[in-house]
C-alpha cells in the first residue's frame, strides 16, 4: 500500500516551454501533497504543500506564477513549470501525507527529471 | 529557523557498523525521521522517532534525545546495497506537517 506515482518520470523541453508533472497516490486518499525539488548531490527542498481544493502555499523564493500547482482531487497534483529555463533542470518529487499511516507519514513518488535546454 | 546538520559522506566496510548522526535546530519538533535515497530515486522511509530513545528495527536502529537536538541512524551487518543517501528530516508541528530535510549522508559501503 501506499504508493505515490509521478509522470512522466523524465522530460526534456525547451527553454521557454511549459511542463507539466503529475503526482497521483494510487491506494489512498492524500490531503496533502508536497512538492520538492532536488539538484544533484543536495538534499529536498520543500517548494509548496498542496492541499486538495484550496491554494498551494508555497516556500520563501518559490515563485507561485512560475510554478503552478493544481490539486483538483485526493489523488491528484500537478505541478506545471511554466516558461522553463536552463536553471529548472532539477531532479523534481512528489510526495503524499496519508492519514492512515503508522505515523503520518509522507510517501515520495519516483521523481521526475526534467531538463531544460 | 530550521538548521539540520549531518556529515556528508562516510564510508564503511561491508558488514560493520556504521552510525550516521543528525543535529538539528528547529522552531518546532513534532518527530525525526530517516529516510534512504538511492541516486536518481525517491527517498524511502526507514525510521521515526518522536519520543527519547531507541527504535530498533531489523538491521536499522535509530535514536533520539530531544534535549539535546540530536539523532543518530545506526547501520547493523553493511550490506553493498546500503550504499545510498541517508537524509534526516524534522517534522513540522503545524498543520501541514511538513518536513525539513537535512543535506544528507552519502554512504558508501565497500567490500
Known amino acids: 500500500g501506499a504508493v505515490v506515482s509521478q509522470h512522466p518520470s523524465w522530460v526534456i523541453c525547451k527553454s521557454g516551454t511549459s511542463v507539466k508533472i503529475e503526482c497521483r497516490s494510487l491506494?489512498?486518499?492524500?490531503?496533502?501533497m508536497f512538492w520538492y525539488r532536488q539538484f544533484p548531490k543536495q538534499s529536498l527542498m520543500l517548494m509548496a504543500t498542496s492541499n486538495e481544493g484550496s491554494k498551494a502555499t508555497y516556500e520563501q523564493g518559490v515563485e507561485k506564477d512560475k510554478f503552478l500547482i493544481n490539486h483538483a482531487s485526493l489523488t491528484l497534483s500537478t505541478l506545471t513549470v511554466t516558461s522553463a529555463h536552463p536553471e529548472d533542470s532539477s531532479f523534481y518529487i512528489c510526495s503524499a501525507r496519508s492519514r492512515l499511516a503508522v505515523f503520518n507519514e509522507q510517501f515520495f513518488g519516483p521523481g521526475t527529471r526534467l531538463t531544460v535546454l | 529557523g530550521q538548521n539540520i546538520d549531518q556529515p556528508t559522506e562516510m564510508t564503511a566496510t561491508e558488514g560493520a557498523i556504521v552510525q550516521i548522526n543528525c543535529t538539528y535546530q528547529?522552531?518546532?519538533?513534532?518527530?525525526l525521521f530517516w529516510y534512504q535515497q538511492h541516486a536518481g530515486e525517491a527517498p524511502t522511509f526507514l525510521s521515526y522517532?518522536?519520543?527519547?530513545g531507541l527504535e530498533e528495527k531489523g538491521r536499522f536502529s535509530s535514536f533520539l534525545s530531544r534535549s539535546k537536538g540530536y539523532s543518530y541512524l545506526l547501520l547493523k551487518e553493511l550490506q553493498m546495497k546500503d550504499s545510498a543517501s541517508y537524509l534526516c528530516?524534522?517534522?513540522?508541528?503545524?498543520?501541514?506537517?511538513?518536513?525539513?530535510f537535512g543535506s544528507g549522508t552519502q554512504l558508501t559501503v565497500l567490500p
Open positions: 522517532n518522536v519520543l527519547d
Open positions: 528547529t522552531s518546532g519538533f513534532n518527530g
Open positions: 491506494d489512498f486518499q492524500a490531503t496533502t
Open positions: 528530516a524534522v517534522r513540522d508541528p503545524g498543520s501541514a506537517r511538513q518536513l525539513t
